[in-house]
């Protein structure tokens, strides 16, 4: 079954502190692996977009990185409201898009 | 810019009631969508539209309904609401075309049935 796993659950940072969080998954056809950012009550918010292995892209503090079974999230230098939710998503085909449960980040000043 | 809006926010139902999630949206999308979002599980496809008059299930349909007679109006409709239905509901659109198109979310409506 193709599934979308995210790890950790949740990760503890202090301010200053960088770390990675992971998404694994196993498609049969990547067609795009999305980043979302989400906050408290409020909807996903779109990130990064990546299409195949050994893509990278950066916004601020985050970069993202894609191989052809998991990407990972870096976070340099968090601030605390860098905390939230992110999710993960893949794009099998044109009209279905499979989430992870996300990782909560903490960043604590 | 208004983007993805959905009414309400928060809603309380008994069980067997039934309702209607409202989903809106200004920027022209062909694509619209409605996920569920439960406790340690991702977001769960409930239906999807390509366009107005086309519907299609998602990954989670039973007990929903939705219908698209405008490109910006997308409702979600609970027959008969049951307590597995309590979640939170997020409308989605995005352009449709080359499928990696990222998807533009609502703020979501959280919903309780007693």
């Known amino acids: 079954e193709d599934q979308v796993t995210q790890s950790p659950e949740a990760l503890r940072l202090q301010e200053g502190e960088s770390s990675s969080l992971n998404c694994s998954y196993t498609?049969?056809?990547?067609?795009?692996l999305f980043w979302y950012r989400q906050d408290p009550g409020k909807g996903p918010e779109f990130l990064f977009t990546?299409?195949?292995a050994g893509e990278e892209k950066e916004k601020e503090r985050l970069k993202a990185t894609l191989t052809k079974k998991e990407s990972f999230l870096h976070i340099t230098a968090p601030k605390p409201e860098d905390s939230a939710t992110y999710l993960c998503a893949v794009q099998e085909n044109n009209n279905d898009m499979r989430f992870g449960a996300g990782t909560r980040l903490t960043v604590k000043p | 810019n208004a983007g993805v809006t959905q009414t309400p926010k928060f809603q309380v139902l008994k069980t067997g009631q039934s309702m209607t999630l409202q989903c809106a949206q200004d920027?022209?999308?062909?694509?619209m969508s409605w996920y569920r979002q439960d406790p340690g599980m991702g977001l769960r496809l409930i239906h999807y539209?390509?366009?107005?008059?086309?519907?299609d299930q998602g990954e989670v349909p039973n007990g929903y309904n939705v219908s698209r007679s405008t490109t910006e109006d997308f409702p979600l409709r609970l027959l008969s609401a049951a307590p597995s239905q309590t979640s939170v509901y997020f409308c989605?659109?995005?352009?449709?075309?080359?499928?990696?198109?990222?998807?533009?979310f609502g703020d979501g409506t959280r919903l309780s049935i007693l």
């Open positions: 920027m022209n999308h062909e694509y």
């Open positions: 539209s390509v366009g107005a008059g086309i519907t």
């Open positions: 498609v049969s056809g990547l067609r795009g």
């Open positions: 990546l299409y195949s």
């Open positions: 989605a659109s995005r352009r449709q075309g080359p499928s990696n198109q990222p998807q533009h």
